[in-house]
């Protein structure tokens, strides 16, 4: 059991939380972050002595040790105008918590469906700006045909489409479930989806595609993808994102 904290004389527009060992003391004082170490038995006033004090026991000091106070920063905003929501994001087995904001939202997975095939792919962190162009372009509804120049790979033309990425986490060499896309001048605008051994080529010579995201489940379907490509012709594929 953790002893509850003493509120001695809390003013009505005072909000005290009690979680996990760590009190967050609502009512921001001009908009500011204040991080105060409290040790157990000792008296807390704001600076502006009209507050009442506020007193961590003896009884839960013993068990928790120090309490640390914050309280929320005005600025951080999500996209839809509110305040950003703070989080826990670990316990430790001490019984400490830390606490961080939501912010910036966290992306989903790509959904790909190539016929009755399905893949979910996760995004590459080190390509962060090839990612947000790939995210403008969702949810793409194309052909996926079969590739004459890079070996067992398939591929989504896009023809002059120009996303405003230069070479970013790029390879000629991709492994099976490894999504390019290729940004440059030599060739038109692709995604690359391999399924196999693939060297990414043009018949102008060898090209280098951005690595944006990989296959996480499916992966055994890959084979399949590539042999009805191969052999029944271009196949319809649907990529979103799933949050």
């Known amino acids: 059991m953790v002893a509850p904290i003493g509120v001695i004389h809390a003013h009505a527009d005072r909000h005290v939380l009690e979680e996990v060992g760590v009190a967050?003391?609502?009512g921001c004082i001009r908009g500011q972050v204040e991080d105060e170490l409290i040790l157990p038995g000792r008296q807390v006033t704001t600076e502006q002595g009209g507050d009442a004090p506020i007193v961590i026991g003896l009884?839960?000091?013993?068990?928790?040790?120090?309490a640390v106070f914050l309280e929320a920063k005005e600025g951080h905003r999500h996209a839809r105008g509110g305040?950003?929501?703070l989080e826990v994001e670990h316990v430790r087995r001490d019984g400490g918590t830390r606490l961080g904001h939501c912010y910036p939202p966290r992306m989903g997975d790509l959904l790909?469906?190539?016929?009755?095939?399905?893949?979910t792919a996760r995004w590459e962190a080190d390509a962060p700006q090839t990612v947000a162009a790939v995210r403008r372009l969702l949810p793409i509804s194309s052909r996926l045909i079969h590739c004459r120049w890079s070996g067992e790979g398939t591929w989504i033309p896009f023809g002059d489409l120009d996303v405003g990425v230069g070479y970013e986490h790029h390879t000629s060499h991709p492994a099976p479930?490894?999504?390019l896309i290729?940004?440059?001048?030599?060739s038109e605008?692709?995604?690359?989806f391999p399924y196999g051994a693939c060297m990414f080529s043009s018949k102008l010579g060898q090209?280098?595609?951005?690595?944006f995201g990989s296959v996480i489940e499916g992966a055994e379907q890959l084979a399949e993808m590539g042999r009805r490509c191969l052999w029944q012709g271009a196949q319809q594929i649907e990529i979103s994102e799933v949050t």
Do not use: M, R, W
Request: glycine content about 16%; hydrophobic content about 40%.
């Open 24 to 26: 967050i003391l609502a």
């Open 182 to 186: 290729y940004t440059g001048s030599l």
């Open 83 to 85: 305040n950003a929501k």
């Open 112 to 119: 790909i469906s190539v016929g009755d095939l399905h893949f």
């Open 59 to 66: 009884h839960l000091g013993e068990q928790l040790g120090p």
């Open 189 to 192: 605008c692709e995604i690359l």
């Open 207 to 211: 090209l280098a595609g951005n690595h």
């Open 177 to 179: 479930g490894q999504l």
